[in-house]
Nanobody, 125 residues
């Protein structure tokens, strides 16, 4: 069973930066799409960024130009660099791994089969 462990969340002021990490315990990490999702209080979970096995990336419109998703296959680790943070970025951030190998996943949750426990991000104005 895949285990995903997020870290790097915290509290920052608007305009600040955070870098989230997600360590994965799975065989053939490099063959899966990976994604970051977030959920704000009272709102549905939404896709933030996705990177597939070929390093193709997709971003939600709300984070384009501010967030960068990346992966280090030698460490089985996923990252999310978040710059120019805004109060509306506040929420629980989850990493996820696609349910199948060699899938070019989109920002929808249906392509993902395992999830981490999440790391909290709080941005104050």
């Amino acid at each position: 069973q895949v285990q995903l462990v997020e870290s790097g969340g915290g509290s920052v002021q608007a305009g600040g930066s955070l870098r989230l990490s997600c360590a994965a315990s799975t065989v053939a990490f490099n063959t899966y799409s990976m994604g970051w999702f977030r959920q704000a209080p009272g709102k549905e979970r939404e896709g933030v960024a996705v990177i597939d096995f070929g390093y193709l990336t997709k971003y939600a419109d709300s984070v384009k130009g501010r967030f960068t998703i990346s992966r280090d296959n030698s460490k089985d680790t996923l990252y999310l660099q978040m710059n120019d943070l805004k109060p509306e970025d506040t929420g629980m951030y989850f990493c996820a791994i696609s349910s199948r190998r060699w899938v070019k996943a989109g920002l929808g949750a249906r392509d993902f089969g395992s999830w981490g426990q999440g790391t909290q991000v709080a941005v104050s104005s």
